[in-house]
């Protein structure tokens, strides 16, 4: 083998290579990081799912603590309000989640998400043609919004279908305080054949940070590697 001779271009080659590795690795150590915070956050958010049942009478005023326990409110379902979030499917099938304000004695009100119903177009289902939630009690997962400001209402109008539940623009289209989170009814065995069918709870994983870090690392390991296979395949001598 020919000894290998310094280039500007081998140079140049070799720090890229270096530093795309160096960029590859730090991503897969920021996902191990990513997956470590989630595994944390599941085990207390499982801690909190594993509470005993509170029981609200009025909204109180730190909600913070409520988040992923288990809560049993009693109020008035106002039917007449309920929104369709589109776009839920259930074992392989298309559907809407139902979600409908439950009143409370204090003039408030909590979102309360019924559960799932079939829907061909994954956006439409007739309201009316739906059971009445009963009784006015539900023993369900408090749960956080996942997005604000981000839809958009018409204040003359009031928005049935939903893609993303956006604490702020509901609190804009309805009459009343709407709770900084809202309620994943549980399943009951007098329901289980009913709709809207009760979701379980939120299911707890690791999400795909394992899988990006390994795929990170391995764009590392290319990168070493395949530059360096280019080097000594240049500096072999030709052949005869």
Known sequence: MAPLSITRAG???????????????????????????????????????????????????????????????EGRYDVGRSIVLRGRAHE??????????????????????????????????????????????????????PADGVAVVDENAFRVTWTILDLSALRRQFPYPLASFYVQALPTDDRAAT???PLPPPKLDDGPHLGYAIQWFAFATIAVVGWASVVLRRSAPPRP
């Open 195 to 197: 709709v809207p069918r």
């Open 92 to 145: 392989g099938m298309p559907g809407v989640h139902v979600l409908t304000p439950l009143r409370l004695p204090n003039g408030s009100a909590v979102l309360v998400n019924r559960g799932w119903v079939p829907s061909p177009d994954a956006a439409t289902v007739d309201l009316d043609a739906l059971p009445p939630p009963a009784p006015d009690r539900v023993e369900g997962i408090a749960l956080p919004f």
């Open 11 to 73: 140079v140049a080659g070799t720090v890229l290579a270096l530093a795309v590795a160096l960029v590859c690795a730090r991503l897969g150590i920021w996902q191990l990081d990513r997956l470590d915070q989630r595994r944390q956050t599941n085990a207390a958010i499982a801690e909190r799912l594993s509470g005993a049942t509170i029981t609200l009478r009025d909204m109180p005023q730190d909600t913070a603590g409520l988040l992923y326990r288990t809560v049993e409110i």
